[in-house]
């Protein structure tokens, strides 16, 4: 592999157009997948790559590359813009604070995603199929730009997904869960709490029954993971959605848009949070941003090309899957802040309701806000408690009509983890929130 020279690149084209920047990654990622008794891969993969990145007033030109020589490379991205030259001393900034080693050898890993197997197996009758998908990277990367600073970072992380497929009378239900960190190695503690969630949610499968159609009071648990604030919100408060104009909240900002017990934030600082950082793909450091506060909208997520299109601040959301890719503005951990109600009180006040106890998959309009997600696990409440589980049930509904709707926010909260896909590339986030109580949302069938 080519080891490129960052400080040499930039000084190339420092100077063509209005903003030139230089990203070189090393990333070596481990993984590991089982499937029923199989291990089906075991694999670690090692690259190093580099892309330039030029703002030319509203345009953006962007070269990627893990063979091509240095000349050839800046020869083909001057090309593409126009011809200059740029001499300066770097402000050098090491933007992280320990050099995190995981500890696991492959045999024990490999033995501890067998023995996740095992005990799985001996606890579901009905299990037809176990998939367990196990993922650690450690990425390195230098950040030089025409703004005469050069960044260096690191960022690592590691996660485990389990996915089981139960038969439940004559059909099929999944249940699946995950858990990761960055900066933290997984527990054998983590590994044994994550099997009992998934044995415990596929056993209710067994004996739920078909949920009700139309309009019900819903409780969206603290378990339910972030779902809806993620996808239902979230994306909408991107900044290049915003500036497409395919954001419900653009030109909304100190505007009501949510009840004044919602507060949402992004925050790239939790402490080993699986959407954590210590700086974005563009070297700006991690923060957290208070997006909706008691209700208001006072800001969107922002990369560099946004903040300077727009006038802005970057708000250190300037993510990109690897060297291959453009970054844009993701979410990093976006969570609804919790409140003073207590769960127990609000489900004690419903007569006939949903309980989502988890989230699942779903389709999300961030142009309308309209949304519907699948309910992986729910609960009917009648007279005040829980009764049975739910299955093939769905909830509909519009993201910006549910947060103003809301009239209870729970003390309690919950967090998951996931990978966002946008523009073709995936990014780790988390989300989270407490319990929040909707009085009149839709429930339908399966998605």
Request: aromatic residues 10%.
């Amino acid at each position: 592999m080519i080891n490129y020279d960052t400080e040499k690149i930039i000084h190339k084209i420092a100077n063509v157009g209005d903003f030139s920047e230089v990203y070189k990654e090393e990333i070596d990622t481990f993984i590991v997948e089982l499937f029923n008794d199989n291990i089906e891969k075991c694999i670690q993969v090692k690259d190093t790559g580099i892309s330039l990145r030029t703002f030319v007033k509203e345009e953006v030109f962007f070269s990627a590359t893990n063979f091509l020589p240095e000349k050839d490379l800046i020869h083909n991205h001057i090309k593409n813009t126009e011809e200059g030259r740029g001499n300066f001393t770097f402000l050098e900034e090491k933007i992280y604070t320990d050099e995190f080693d995981f500890k696991k050898d492959k045999e024990k890993l490999i033995s501890q995603i067998k023995g996740l197997s095992s005990m799985l197996k001996s606890e579901i009758e009905s299990l037809l199929n176990i998939n367990i998908l196990y993922q650690r990277y450690r990425k390195n990367f230098q950040i030089a730009s025409s703004e005469q600073k050069k960044t260096e970072s690191l960022n690592v992380g590691e996660r485990i997904f389990l996915n089981l497929t139960i038969k439940r009378g004559n059909e099929k239900a999944s249940v699946y869960e995950s858990q990761g960190y960055t900066f933290k190695e997984l527990s054998e503690e983590d590994l044994e709490e994550l099997a009992k969630i998934c044995i415990d949610r596929a056993k209710k499968q067994l004996i739920a029954k078909d949920g009700p159609s139309g309009i019900y009071p819903v409780i969206i648990s603290s378990s339910a993971g972030g779902t809806l604030i993620h996808e239902a919100v979230g994306h909408g408060l991107e900044a290049d959605l915003v500036d497409k104009g395919i954001s419900i909240y653009g030109g909304k900002l100190n505007e009501k848009v949510a009840s004044n017990k919602i507060t949402v934030i992004d925050s790239g600082v939790v402490k080993n949070g699986w959407g954590s950082f210590y700086c974005d793909d563009e070297g700006t450091p991690a923060r957290e941003t208070v997006l909706i506060e008691k209700g208001v909208l006072i800001n969107y997520l922002y990369d560099k090309f946004y903040a300077y299109k727009h006038r802005k601040t970057s708000t250190g959301n300037g993510r990109r899957q690897s060297y291959n890719f453009k970054p844009y503005p993701r979410m990093s951990n976006t969570y609804i802040l919790p409140g003073n109600d207590n769960v127990f009180d609000i489900i004690k006040s419903i007569d006939k309701g949903v309980y989502v106890g988890k989230m699942g998959g779903g389709q999300v309009n961030t142009l309308t806000g309209d949304f519907i997600f699948e309910i992986q696990d729910g609960y009917f409440i009648e007279g005040g408690e829980l009764t049975y589980p739910l299955k093939n049930l769905s909830i509909i509904g519009n993201g910006p009509k549910v947060l103003n709707d809301i009239e209870a926010v729970g003390n309690d909260f919950g967090t998951a983890i996931g990978t966002c896909g946008k523009e073709g590339q995936g990014v780790p986030v988390g989300d989270g929130q407490p319990s929040i109580f909707i009085p009149a949302m839709t429930i339908g069938g399966k998605i």
